[in-house]
């Protein structure tokens, strides 16, 4: 569930190939519909995404009952200094 796409379709690939179901989003808001109309096992987000960007989906999950206990990695292309 990750914003860049050229970096999503890479992933989602290997992971498929791997033998996981892959579902991506474009955004935030996206990815949460996603992961509560779907069983999400882990979440890989990216931090800069439009609307609801990665904090705010972690906060979203981590406050429903529901989806609470689902993994997240966060990732980033972000510069640190």
Not at 41 to 57: F, T
């Amino acid at each position: 569930m990750m914003a860049d796409w050229a970096l999503t379709e890479v992933l989602a690939n290997i992971l498929e190939y791997q033998g996981y179901a892959v579902f991506t989003s474009a955004g935030g808001q996206e990815a949460l519909d996603v992961v509560k109309r779907n069983k999400i096992d882990l979440i890989v987000s990216d931090y800069m995404m439009p609307r609801l960007n990665g904090i705010a989906l972690y906060d979203c999950i981590r406050a429903d009952h529901r989806t609470s206990i689902i993994p997240m990695i966060m990732m980033s292309a972000l510069p640190s200094d």
